[in-house]
């Protein structure tokens, strides 16, 4: 079986574009959790621009299935973390300029950063994932800094539109999935998925969980939050049956 956390940013999107009190994402993640996700994550960036405080204070309180925060491996966001108790941090790379997130975190070479913020937030008893691209260098350092997970980065995977060059990129996915799950790592995978590329990732059967949400959140405009939940965890049965 494979798990579906689905990420709800762009709920906040919407609404600071109005600076508005809607559509809130602490209603957004309640739909999505009746609509059968296993888990809720947002990405608590510096600068503020879509989620805010009060969102992820309340979904702490709110979120039944467990609470993932995306974050930047930096004080102030560590300090967040230790404050909330989240049920997991992701750690990804942030830049000011960039729309959404670009690229894993590079674990080679913030490994001295990376392993400071690990250590802070494993004694504190928050679980901690790596956000990495599918490089087998980086799944073994993330490894070396002694998180539990690796969500691996399908961003190349789903940007490439070469068909034979999208075939290599498939297989370092899996190539970096079995690794990581030889070495003990729970494995997740997730960036840029939609309803229409997400079976081949789902149909790794090393990877435990796939985290989505512009897709959804898009598709929740147009039929609702619960059933565009519904589909993509069809969609990633499917997958894993091989029926599709």
Known sequence: ????????????????????????????????????????????????????????????????????????????????????????????????????????????????????????LQEAGVGVSLFVDPELEQVKEAHKLGVGVVELNTASWVDCADERAREGILRHLTDAARLGRKLGLRIHAGHGLTYLNVAPVAAISEISELGIGHSIVARALLVGMERAVRDMTESLRAARSGRV
Do not use: C, W, Y
């Open 1 to 120: 079986m494979i798990r579906l956390s689905v990420n709800i940013d762009h709920v906040a999107t919407i609404r600071q574009a109005r600076r508005a009190a809607e559509p809130d994402p602490v209603q957004a993640a309640v739909l999505a959790e009746l609509g059968g996700a296993d888990g809720i994550a947002v990405h608590l960036r510096g600068d503020r621009r879509h989620v805010q405080d009060r969102d992820v204070e309340v979904l702490r309180r709110i979120v039944r299935t467990r609470f993932n925060l995306r974050m930047s491996a930096n004080q102030e966001m560590v300090r967040v973390a230790l404050t909330l108790n989240p049920d997991q941090v992701t750690l990804v790379p942030e830049r000011a300029e960039e729309v959404s997130t670009e690229g894993g975190v590079d674990a080679v070479l913030n490994s001295v950063q990376l392993r400071s913020s690990v250590k802070t």
